[in-house]
C-alpha cells in the first residue's frame, strides 16, 4: 500500500536539513532534498535521474553521505490531487531545505493561470538562471568544432522586460501611461501601442554579477562577459553594463582585470589566476559565439538577451534535449529539466532524461559533492560515446542502439 499524498512534504527521521550561515551552504551527510517529479515525461525522465543520482553519491562515497528525497508538488498534478497549481507547501519546503530539484511543468497558454516556473523563481527570488552549455563527444550538432564551446550563462531571472508589468492597447491603464509620458515626460508614443517596462536596477544586477564572478573563481574559469544592449537601451542595458563593472572593481579587483588593463599592464596576456572582465554588445555576441567560441567562458546577461542566447547555445553543441539548468539565490536553488513536458511521449519510457541528470549533476556540484558530480557526467559521457541513446539522439546518429529512458538510467550507472 502507498502514502496517501500530502502537500506537505514527510521528511523520514534520518534526513537533515542543509544550512545556510554568513554567504556559506553547509550540506550534512544525509540532506533533505525536495523534488517535483513534473509533468508529462516528469516522472520518466525523474525516476531515471533519481537512480543515476543516488548511484554516483553510493559509489562516490560508499554509504557515509545520501540524499533524502522528500516529494512535493506543482503543476497538473498537484491540481489533480490538490486543486492547487502550487500550494503554499511547496514553496515553504524549497525556502526551507534550499536545494530543490524539479521536472517540467506545464504552462497553460493564455489567460487565468501564469507560469509555474516564473511563479516558483520570482516567490523564491531565485534571481540567476544558470545555464552551463558544453559538448558532450558524439551528441550531433551542427557545428564543425563544437567542443571549443564550454560556457556558463548567468541569465537576470527577475527583471527586464519579464517583470511582468505590462499594459495591453487601448486599456484605460495603457491610455494613462501613454499620456502621462507625452505630457509630464515630454515621450510621446503612438495612441494604439500596448506597453511593457523594462526595469533593470543597480541591485539586481550586481547580485547577479557577484554570483557570476564568485562562480568564476571557485570553477578556475578565466573570463566573465557582460553581454547587453547598451549601445541603444543606455540606460537600462547600459546601466546593466556599468553596474557589472563596478562590482569587479570594488569587491574583486585582486582577481579581475579589464580588457583595457590586460593590454595596457599585461600585453594581452592574462595572468595565471586572473579573471577577465569585458563586455559585448548582444547582437555581436551571438556572431562571437559561433565564430571564436573559446573566447567566452562565464556570460552575465539581463533576462530577455539570457533566454535567446542560452537556447542558442545548447543548439550550437547540439544540446537541446539535455541541456540542464539552474534557479538560484542566495542560499537556495531549484535544478530543473531545460525542455517541457513533451506531453505526447508521457508515460512512454521514450524520452532522454539527460537534461534532468545533468541538472542533478549541477546540483551536487553546487552541494559541493564534486566526486558524485564527476561520476555523473564520467556516465553520461561514455554512455554516448558508446553510441546507446534515446531516440531523439538515435535518429541523428549512424549505428546507434537504441535505448529507453529508464534504459539509458541505467547505462549512465554501468558506465559511472
Ligand atoms: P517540449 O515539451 O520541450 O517538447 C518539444 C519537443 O522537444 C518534443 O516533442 C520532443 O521532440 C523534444 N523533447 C523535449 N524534451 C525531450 C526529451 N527529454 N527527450 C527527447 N526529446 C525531447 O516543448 P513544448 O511541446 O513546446 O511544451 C510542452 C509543455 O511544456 C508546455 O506546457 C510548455 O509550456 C511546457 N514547458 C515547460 C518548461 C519547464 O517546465 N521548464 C519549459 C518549456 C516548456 P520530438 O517531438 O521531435 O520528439
Avoid at 552551463?132 to 563527444?137: E, G, M, Q, T
Avoid at 549541477?362 to 561520476?375: I, Q
Avoid at 539522439?393 to 529512458?405: F, G, I, N, S, T
Wanted: net charge negative; glycine share 8%; charged share 25%.
Amino acid at each position: 500500500m502507498t502514502d496517501k499524498p500530502t502537500k506537505q512534504p514527510k521528511v523520514p527521521s534520518w534526513g537533515e536539513r542543509v544550512k545556510y550561515r554568513s554567504g556559506q551552504l553547509h550540506v550534512p551527510d544525509r540532506p533533505i532534498i525536495p523534488f517535483i517529479e513534473g509533468d508529462g515525461i516528469g516522472p520518466d525522465i525523474w525516476r531515471a535521474t533519481r537512480m543515476v543520482t543516488d548511484a554516483a553519491v553510493e559509489r562516490a562515497y560508499g554509504g557515509e553521505r545520501r540524499i533524502c528525497w522528500t516529494q512535493i508538488y506543482a503543476g497538473d498534478r498537484s491540481i489533480e490531487l490538490f486543486d492547487e497549481w502550487i500550494p503554499e507547501e511547496t514553496f515553504e519546503a524549497i525556502r526551507e531545505f534550499r536545494v530543490a530539484i524539479k521536472g517540467p511543468l506545464t504552462t497553460p497558454v493564455g489567460g487565468g493561470r501564469r507560469s509555474a516556473n516564473v511563479t516558483l523563481r520570482q516567490t523564491l527570488d531565485l534571481y540567476a538562471c544558470v545555464r552551463p552549455v558544453f559538448w558532450v563527444p558524439g551528441v550531433p550538432c551542427p557545428v564543425k568544432e563544437p567542443r571549443k564551446l564550454d560556457v556558463v550563462v548567468f541569465r537576470e531571472n527577475t527583471e527586464d522586460v519579464y517583470a511582468g508589468i505590462e499594459f495591453e492597447a487601448g486599456t484605460p491603464e495603457a491610455e494613462k501611461l501613454a499620456s502621462f509620458l507625452a505630457t509630464e515626460l515630454d515621450s510621446p508614443i503612438r495612441e494604439d501601442s500596448g506597453i511593457g517596462i523594462k526595469p533593470i536596477s543597480r541591485f539586481g544586477t550586481q547580485r547577479l554579477m557577484r554570483m557570476a564572478i564568485r562562480y568564476a573563481i571557485e570553477h578556475d574559469r578565466r573570463s566573465v562577459t557582460l553581454v547587453h544592449k547598451g549601445n541603444i537601451m543606455k540606460f537600462t542595458e547600459g546601466a546593466f553594463r556599468d553596474w557589472g563593472y563596478e562590482v569587479a572593481a570594488a569587491e574583486f579587483a585582486d582577481v579581475t582585470l579589464s580588457e583595457q588593463e590586460l593590454w595596457n599592464r599585461f600585453e594581452g596576456c592574462l595572468p595565471e589566476g586572473c579573471i577577465l572582465v569585458k563586455d559585448r554588445i548582444a547582437d555581436a555576441m551571438f556572431q562571437q559565439v559561433l565564430l571564436r567560441p573559446a573566447e567566452y567562458d562565464v556570460i552575465v546577461t539581463p533576462n530577455l538577451n539570457g533566454d535567446y542566447i542560452s537556447d542558442a547555445l545548447a543548439a550550437q553543441v547540439g544540446g537541446i534535449g539535455i541541456a540542464p539548468g539552474a534557479n538560484i539565490g542566495d542560499g537556495r536553488a531549484l535544478f530543473e529539466a531545460t525542455h517541457g513536458t513533451a506531453p505526447k511521449y508521457t508515460g512512454m519510457d521514450k524520452v532522454n532524461p539527460g537534461s534532468l541528470v545533468l541538472s542533478a549533476r549541477m546540483m551536487l556540484d553546487y552541494m559541493g559533492w564534486d566526486e558524485a558530480a564527476d561520476l555523473i557526467l564520467t556516465g553520461l559521457r561514455h554512455t554516448i560515446a558508446q553510441k546507446t541513446v534515446t531516440y531523439d539522439l538515435e535518429r541523428q546518429m549512424e549505428d546507434a542502439y537504441l535505448v529507453k529512458c529508464s534504459e539509458f538510467g541505467e547505462a549512465i550507472v554501468e558506465n559511472m
